[in-house]
């Protein structure tokens, strides 16, 4: 079952605009973690974050998480054509960082 | 891909017939994951493994088996493929935490 349910299922903006998804999951976690997949590729590990952090940033992406709500936020600023993709949350609550995804966000970013 | 491959890339076999696919990693991560993407559910976890002879079943290990005989191959076999299991087959490899992603086989059961 997934544990991990990304909104929205596709998001089409302008270059330049900032874009935002958001995951939603089920049971306690240990770690939630963002994955970036272009067409007919492999993923790719944008970003992790700690059932104790808040907020994260890397470079143009900015990720929140509400444990008590259990709930995420990938906001990617200053968006550019390449960033283009599907969008997945995962998340480990277990041992041996078994990962259960969403079904992902496509973003299409208009140039 | 993070020293990271996967053989074959492609595959078509006919219903019956068995499977095994190959993971082959560079990096001596001691984490192997095998995943199936199918539209419409995403990522599910097949099977994994936490060492050499150490593996143990994910979400969807039904019709699927795995070996690690060493630690950079992780091998995936469906011992008799049925259409269900056509889909596109990720391997991956981790430390604890982030995982590093091959690029795929894409297998077709007719």
């Known amino acids: 079952s997934q544990q991990g349910e990304e909104d929205p299922q596709a998001l089409s903006i302008q270059e330049g605009e900032n874009a935002t998804m958001n995951c939603s999951y089920k049971t306690s976690i240990n770690n939630l973690q963002w994955y970036r997949q272009n067409s007919g590729r492999g993923l790719v590990h944008l970003i992790l974050i700690r059932s104790n952090e808040r907020e994260k940033h890397s470079g143009r992406l900015r990720v929140t998480l509400d444990t008590s709500k259990k709930s995420s936020s990938l906001l990617i600023t200053a968006s550019r054509a390449a960033d283009t993709a599907s969008y997945f949350c995962?998340?480990?609550?277990?041992?041996?960082?078994?990962?259960?995804f969403g079904k992902g966000t496509l973003l299409t970013v208009n140039p | 891909d993070a020293g990271i491959t996967q053989s074959p890339r492609h595959k078509v076999t006919e219903t019956g017939t068995p499977v095994t696919l190959r993971c082959h990693q560079t990096e001596n991560h001691r984490y192997m994951y095998w995943y199936r993407q199918d539209p419409g559910h995403g990522l599910r976890l097949i099977h994994y493994s936490y060492g050499v002879k150490d593996t143990d079943k994910g979400e969807v290990s039904d019709g699927y088996s795995v070996s690690r005989s060493k630690t950079e191959d992780f091998l995936l076999t469906l011992e008799s493929a049925t259409s269900s299991q056509t889909s596109v087959y990720f391997c991956a490899i981790g430390e604890g935490g982030e995982q590093y992603f091959g690029p795929g086989t894409r297998l077709t059961v007719t």
């Open positions: 995962a998340t480990d609550s277990g041992s041996n960082y078994k990962l259960t």
